[in-house]
């Protein structure tokens, strides 16, 4: 990830500037071009020629498509949905048709800026602004000028279809991308193939060769717009705005995953702030009411020092904790197989616990500081979580966004649609067990995957999700016992001592399956951990 503190640097110093000398009007506009632009400039180099020019620009067309089809019906130009899932939102609005105009600006200025980037090309290395040499402007050109055609070919058929169905088919398209970048015999098989296209040597084939940097998240951002749209509760987004939310810089490359209409919300009060702080008198010339709009102009002073203090709180996390248990104090592969003592096996267990929580967490700050800089308030992602006393807890705590997006997009709509069908096992109290075991696994399992579809993630899903499962169970059988502790002190304080201790444990010994390669290897460092080897 090409986060380094340059990057970190440049991008709290363009928020300064933003604050300083952007107007408000022209404010959405800077945050638009800014997120564009930074994705080229964030991609790490890959050995494929051209694919980090391509991947990025990629992002951007797909980001495009789902704003298209997820626009109010009236102007998608969409089948209607039956009147149980139409809401008011997706019908005709005042105000909502304003925005066509800017929508066809901003589509012109986006080819515009994915031109400039190819510029790149006539430039010299060293003043470079992609980690690599894009392809020839005319080509770049001609490609887009038929992207453009084949979806206007393609529009003419699709139009004639339900909008949940258009839906549908692109959080397809979405999970199919995904799932082929994760798997490495895909990832390996598209690297072989775009090697001989650009004719480079197959024979240096390799997953890492596809790295699309941010996919993981853009994607929830787009099946998250998809879904609401769905329901009906996605409310009218410009493709500015919408662009913006899901290229924001600061989050591209390691979260957190905000919703839209938070994010939005957010963008247009910037605006309006703006607008207050330089002529409140423009708001409502009622002087009566000249103190209410005051009392919400907001000060930079206390943003730059907000701002400023989580950015230097997660720059301590990520580059002096983080980076220090990196260089020998956290388990690897390596130290793994060679080590043959049990107690450093734990210290390194332990340390390597620290490392991804203070790693993640401190990219976390830094993203939301540098959010805070520009008036966005990113959604928070972690809570203590390994204070946390159960399983459950912890994952209330741990990667909070994704917990989120999990929970209202797997674990609610799978639950759900189990507990409707007809046919169930005998018995509704092993029926509704068995639901919740299948959403619990299916859930983790899905999350375990997003980071890699190989056999540990996977097993590391199952490791907390059936752990997940095993404290409701219980939780819902020892309500009135748990009820009784709060009459006990000192048993409650040796309760929850004792649960923080075995969550922590769990959820450590679970990043077993997290850090290492292969379930050999795993299994292998289980069994030197407890003295079996």
Do not use: C
């Given at each position: 990830m090409n986060v380094n503190l340059l990057t970190i640097g440049l991008f709290a110093g363009t928020a300064v500037l933003y604050t300083l000398f952007i107007p408000?009007?022209?404010?959405?506009?800077?945050?638009?071009?800014?997120?564009?632009?930074?994705?080229?400039?964030?991609?790490?180099?890959?050995?494929?020629r051209f694919a980090d020019y391509l991947l990025q620009t990629l992002t951007i067309l797909l980001t495009v498509l789902t704003w298209w089809v997820t626009r109010p019906f009236a102007q998608a130009g969409l089948q209607t949905v039956p009147e149980n899932v139409a809401r008011s939102e997706d019908r005709p609005?005042?105000?909502?048709?304003?925005?066509?105009?800017?929508?066809?600006?901003?589509?012109?200025v986006l080819f515009g800026l994915i031109l400039l980037v190819a510029g790149?090309?006539?430039?010299?290395?060293?003043?470079?602004?992609?980690p690599s040499r894009p392809p020839a402007m005319l080509w770049v050109l001609i490609g887009l000028v038929a992207v453009a055609g084949v979806w206007a070919i393609l529009w003419r058929w699709l139009r004639r279809l339900e909008q949940r169905a258009v839906c549908t088919a692109v959080i397809l398209l979405i999970v199919i991308i995904f799932v082929w970048l994760k798997t490495p015999a895909l990832a390996t098989a598209t690297a072989v193939a775009w090697r001989s296209l650009t004719g480079q040597q197959?024979?240096?084939?390799a997953p890492s060769d596809l790295v699309w940097l941010g996919f993981s998240y853009v994607a929830f951002r787009l099946i998250h717009t998809l879904r609401e749209r769905q329901t009906g509760q996605l409310p009218p987004v410009s493709l500015r705005e919408f662009i913006t939310y899901v290229l924001f810089f600061p989050s591209y490359t390691a979260g957190p995953i905000d919703r839209v209409e938070r994010f939005v919300a957010?963008?247009?009060?910037?605006?309006?702030?703006?607008?207050?702080?330089?002529?409140?008198?423009?708001?409502?010339?009622?002087?009566?009411?000249?103190?209410?709009?005051?009392?919400?102009?907001?000060?930079?002073?206390?943003?730059?020092?907000?701002?400023?203090?989580?950015?230097?709180?997660?720059?301590?996390?990520?580059?002096?904790?983080a980076d220090t248990l990196a260089l020998g104090m956290s388990l690897t592969a390596v130290n793994a197989s060679q080590a043959t003592s049990?107690?450093?096996?734990?210290?390194?267990?332990?340390?390597?616990?620290?490392?991804?929580?203070?790693?993640?967490?401190?990219?976390?700050?830094?993203?939301?500081?540098?959010?805070?800089?520009?008036?966005?308030?990113?959604?928070?992602?972690?809570r203590r979580p390994y204070l946390a006393t159960n399983i459950t807890a912890f994952w209330q705590r741990w990667h909070m966004s994704l917990s989120d997006w999990a929970r209202f997009y797997i674990f609610s709509p799978l639950s759900r649609s189990l507990l409707r069908r007809k046919r169930r096992p005998s018995g509704a109290a092993p029926a509704n067990a068995i639901i919740l075991l299948t959403a619990h696994l299916s859930t983790m399992t899905v999350i375990g995957l997003w980071h890699g579809i190989t056999m540990n993630f996977f097993i590391w899903g199952l490791w907390q999700g059936a752990a997940l499962f095993?404290?409701?169970?219980?939780?819902?059988?020892?309500?009135?016992?748990?009820?009784?502790?709060?009459?006990?002190?000192?048993?409650?304080?040796?309760?929850?001592?004792?649960?923080?201790?075995?969550?922590?444990?769990?959820?450590?010994?679970?990043?077993?399956?997290?850090?290492?390669?292969?379930?050999?290897?795993?299994?292998?460092t289980f069994a030197k951990l407890f003295g079996l080897r």
């Open positions: 408000g009007r022209w404010r959405g506009w800077f945050l638009f071009g800014s997120s564009v632009l930074a994705i080229y400039w964030l991609q790490t180099f890959t050995p494929l609005q005042p105000g909502v048709g304003k925005g066509t105009r800017e929508d066809w600006i901003t589509l012109l790149n090309r006539y430039v010299a290395a060293a003043w470079r602004f992609t197959v024979a240096l084939a957010d963008l247009r009060q910037e605006e309006k702030t703006y607008t207050m702080m330089r002529n409140p008198y423009s708001v409502n010339r009622d002087p009566s009411r000249i103190t209410h709009h005051a009392s919400r102009i907001t000060d930079y002073g206390p943003r730059y020092w907000n701002g400023s203090a989580r950015i230097l709180t997660g720059l301590f996390k990520k580059f002096v904790i049990t107690f450093w096996l734990w210290v390194l267990l332990y340390g390597y616990a620290l490392r991804l929580y203070f790693d993640f967490g401190g990219y976390t700050d830094i993203a939301i500081g540098i959010g805070i800089l520009f008036g966005v308030k990113l959604p928070e992602n972690f095993v404290h409701k169970q219980w939780s819902d059988r020892r309500r009135r016992w748990y009820r009784g502790l709060g009459e006990k002190p000192w048993q409650k304080r040796m309760w929850t001592a004792v649960t923080w201790f075995l969550t922590f444990q769990y959820v450590t010994l679970g990043w077993v399956w997290f850090a290492l390669p292969t379930p050999q290897l795993a299994l292998e």
